[in-house]
């Protein structure tokens, strides 16, 4: 990539929070939102209808770009968009590349629009953050749109695996988290390891009454 003052050359057209509202507001359902950050990110806040792709890294994003599942994306409009602008002008420039023709990038990202706009606008749910907030919303309007691995139910907070060798975190619901067996990430040693630990539990409890 080629990066100038003005950061990469060569990647989609910068439009600020209003001009992507006037870009839908004019083009419709036509206009595509492509999401810039990891799967993880998405889970519990993204733009309407947002495409989100398989992706953790840039190079998931190059495989996800070169299988060809977007290619029906090459002649419409497509709004690339991240947390703060970084990411999603590379992703920009990545799409302009492999022959997408009409590429824009949300100027400041999510959040300059949610500063601009709240829950008003075209963004739903709330904005991941890498710090102990986990994250943030822009009004007290902001839907819950992740949900529970284990009962479902709306839930935006991400929580460690029960198995402290595990490093995975995932959306678990404050009722699952609090109950051992379901404190977990989904995976088989993980699972294994929560019903041993509830088995402990409650057997510490029957010992106790």
């Not at 992703?91 to 100027?107: C, N, T």
Request: proline fraction near 2%; include cysteine.
């Amino acid at each position: 990539l080629e990066v100038d003052e003005h950061g990469v050359v060569g990647g989609g057209v910068h439009l600020s929070p209003t001009q992507v509202n006037d870009l839908v507001a004019q083009r419709g359902d036509e206009v595509v939102f492509f999401d810039g950050r990891n799967a993880m990110e998405a889970a519990i806040g993204r733009f309407r209808n947002a495409v989100v792709p398989d992706a953790t890294t840039t190079r998931d994003f190059l495989a996800e770009l070169d299988s060809g599942r977007y290619d029906e994306l090459k002649d419409r409009p497509v709004v690339t968009y991240c947390t703060g602008g970084v990411r999603c002008e590379v992703l920009s420039k990545l799409m302009v590349d492999r022959g997408f023709g009409e590429i824009y990038q949300l100027d400041g990202g999510i959040v300059r629009y949610g500063e601009q706009f709240g829950d008003a606008g075209l963004w739903e749910g709330s904005l991941y953050v890498f710090d102990r907030r986990m994250h943030v919303e822009f009004s007290e309007d902001a839907a819950q749109i992740g949900h529970c691995i284990h009962c479902g139910e709306p839930t935006n907070t991400y929580r460690n695996c029960i198995n402290g060798d595990c490093r995975d975190m995932v959306l678990i619901c404050d009722d699952c988290v609090a109950d051992p067996s379901t404190a977990h990430c989904g995976r088989q040693e993980c699972r294994e390891y929560a019903t041993t630990a509830a088995a402990a539990v409650n057997g510490s409890t029957i010992t106790s009454g």
